[in-house]
């Protein structure tokens, strides 16, 4: 375990050995990378904390999750609802045999033509995890548009070699790239109590545990549904990793880092560097005591005036962009919270009183328009809010969230979606009016080629040239005689203008046959949002 580099508003500095990392006063951004393993040794989980600021140790962002899978009459997918597990939780002592198990609850609402729901919980997800995961004592719980209440259990206490770790529960069954790593292991207190473990050991890996379809909960549109379980866990990043800090005050600090096995267990000794972050020049003693020297000559005094008046514009200016940075993700935050959360009220209870509407017509067509517009309504909040919080200021980012954005409306239009990317985007920023109008652009691509292209599969690609972001939309639908008129028509001529907006370029390719391809370039310069 090792630091491979520091990097002070992204200009990489020099790491000194035996002494302590010098960190200039008004450097806004650190990152430490970190993590790197000795080659042929197995993957392993890394923990990380900054002593003076970190309360605890950090791992790097990486979670597993909890899914509601809802399917109509033909077993097609129809919705789903998930909860997502991060970290390591209050009961956790290193292993399940020994930790406390937390309640956790998950409600949703079934949508439209769902009429069976199953569970499923998955180890993997967009980062390279791992982790334990132990759950039990499953429940689910439908509360009928009638009022009456069903409830389904799925016990442990039934199945196929079930004092074997790879035993099969009734009602349960293995799934994901890896399905050996989900095992099934007794808990204290005898009396033959069980757990479903997913223990993933693998950071190209997965693996799941999940109920069978064929023997999925009945729902009927618009029931309420509420899945409690009991859990405990412990979830990190595979090695290398990456900490970054913004505006440190001024002192000294010890950056920690270890390795672990998946259960958090350490694996060797924990790692340190030094790191003191300057205080302002003018606040350091021997500025103090060159001004009271030079006192007594007017050059001095007045070179000593303009300096502190430019440190206290560079000060007033980190203050203010620090500020801005604090109210973008304030803005985002109470639109997500106040608003979303209104929305998603509207369109459920409109669902309700379209359900218990009378056979007016006319007055269920209106419910129908006001939940159709409340959910149209929360998916464009849902962007505005990503475009605004900077949390999100990455290329990484951008693909993640257009990536499911594609999965999400795709699924819905039974097309095929295909994701190609590559193993590691470079570390490189985006403004919020970058990701937001090359976002509207791909997403216009797509809405084009599901509308008018008659596909069966939609790729998008992804990747980084010559320090160009290169975005790529493509179908293998029918295609057409490309004309600047027949273009303009498409909408080619919106996806353009964002694009070209912001210095990029725009280029579409299309034949008879053989589908349309849009591809934007976007230089990774700067760009004023």
């Not at 904390?49 to 597993?64: K, S, V």
């Not at 359900?355 to 939940?371: F, K, W």
């Not at 990536?403 to 490189?428: C, G, K, M």
């Not at 985006?430 to 797509?446: G, N, V």
Request: hydrophobic share 40%; proline share 5%; glycine share 10%.
């Amino acid at each position: 375990m090792e630091v491979n580099a520091v990097l002070l508003d992204g200009v990489e500095a020099r790491v000194p050995k035996g002494r302590a990392l010098e960190v200039p006063n008004g450097t806004r951004d650190l990152e430490i990378r970190f993590g790197s393993m000795p080659s042929g040794e197995e993957a392993a989980r890394v923990r990380y904390r900054l002593e003076g600021f970190d309360a605890d140790w950090q791992d790097p962002p990486a979670h597993m999750r909890a899914v509601v899978h809802f399917v109509d009459a033909e077993g097609l997918e129809v919705g789903a609802s998930h909860t997502l597990m991060r970290g390591t939780s209050q009961g956790w002592r290193g292993r399940v045999e020994d930790a406390a198990f937390d309640l956790r609850t998950l409600e949703t609402v079934a949508p439209s033509r769902a009429e069976r729901a199953y569970l499923e919980f998955v180890s993997g997800g967009t980062d390279p995890v791992l982790g334990v995961y132990a759950l039990s004592d499953v429940q689910l719980e439908v509360l009928g548009t009638d009022g009456q209440r069903r409830r389904s259990e799925f016990p442990l206490s039934a199945g196929v070699d079930l004092g074997d770790r790879l035993g099969v529960p009734e009602g349960w069954r293995r799934g994901g790239s890896k399905p050996e790593m989900a095992l099934l292991e007794p808990l204290p207190g005898g009396a033959g109590r069980l757990a479903l473990v997913l223990r993933d050991s693998s950071e190209h890996a997965y693996c799941i545990w999940k109920t069978s379809v064929a023997s999925g909960v009945t729902v009927r549109t618009g029931e309420r549904l509420r899945v409690q379980w009991r859990e405990c866990y412990s979830i990190g990043a595979a090695a290398p990793a990456v900490a970054r800090y913004r505006f440190l005050r001024p002192g000294m600090y010890r950056f920690q880092m270890v390795a672990t096995r998946p259960s958090s267990e350490p694996l060797g000794r924990v790692v340190e560097m030094q790191l003191v972050v300057q205080s302002p020049l003018w606040q350091r003693p021997w500025i103090w005591l060159l001004g009271a020297g030079g006192a007594v000559g007017g050059v001095a005094l007045a070179v000593r005036r303009v300096t502190r008046q430019r440190m206290q514009r560079k000060l007033a200016e980190l203050q203010r962009e620090r500020a801005l940075e604090s109210e973008r993700a304030r803005i985002a935050q109470d639109i997500h919270d106040e608003l979303g959360a209104g929305l998603a009220q509207i369109a459920m209870l409109s669902e309700l009183a379209h359900m218990d509407s009378p056979g007016d017509a006319s007055h269920r067509t209106q419910l129908e328009e006001i939940g159709a517009r409340a959910h149209a309504a929360g998916r464009k909040l849902d962007e505005i809010v990503w475009a605004i919080n900077p949390a999100h200021d990455s290329a990484e980012d951008l693909v993640g969230y257009l990536a499911r954005f594609a999965q999400d409306y795709l699924s819905l239009a039974r097309i095929r979606f295909r994701l190609d990317v590559p193993p590691a985007l470079p570390e490189v920023g985006l403004s919020s009016r970058q990701r937001h109008q090359i976002f509207l652009a791909a997403k216009e691509a797509i809405h084009n080629a599901v509308k008018h292209g008659s596909a069966q599969q939609i790729t998008l690609r992804v990747g980084v040239s010559a320090g160009e972001l290169v975005l790529t939309v493509s179908d293998d639908g029918c295609g057409f005689a490309d004309s600047p008129e027949l273009g303009e028509n498409r909408g080619s001529a919106n996806m353009r203008n964002r694009v070209e907006k912001l210095g990029g370029r725009f280029h579409r390719e299309s034949r008879p046959g053989s589908g349309t391809s849009v591809t934007f370039t976007l230089p990774l310069n700067p760009v004023s949002p």
